[in-house]
Each structure stands twice: as C-alpha cells, then as structure tokens.
C-alpha cells in the first residue's frame, strides 16, 4: 500500500487498481440489492436501512454480513 498525495493536498493510501485475483469477479458479484437471492427478510431490512440513510444524507451505519 503506497501512500500518495494528490495535487488537493489530499492523501490515499490504496489506488483503485484492481488486484490480480479480483479480476473477471465483476460478473460473480451482485451490483443492486435485488440480484441477491434469498434472504428476502433481510434485503428488507436491508433496504429501509439503506433508504434511511438516503433521506438523511447520511452513511449507514456499520453492517456486519457473515
């Protein structure tokens, strides 16, 4: 992990660039809440959490998936 700075005086610790081992898993993973299968209570449970947080502007809070 390098540490760079940007031209805003801003600092990154990680670049965007895929690792070599996440690539071609774009497909695997699901991209909307609703390519996900099953778990149909906790989707919605899920999503009011997330539209929540869209009305206030704010981020949800920590999600601990297992």
């Known amino acids: 992990m390098a540490i760079k700075e940007t031209s805003q005086k801003e600092i990154r610790l990680s670049t965007p660039n895929p690792i070599t081992e996440d690539v071609g898993e774009e497909s695997l993973r699901p991209r909307k809440l609703s390519e996900y299968i099953g778990q149909t209570m906790i989707k919605k449970h899920l999503q009011v959490a997330l539209d929540a947080a869209k009305i206030r502007s ?5 999600i601990l998936f297992y």
């Open 58 to 62: 704010a981020s949800v809070e920590h």
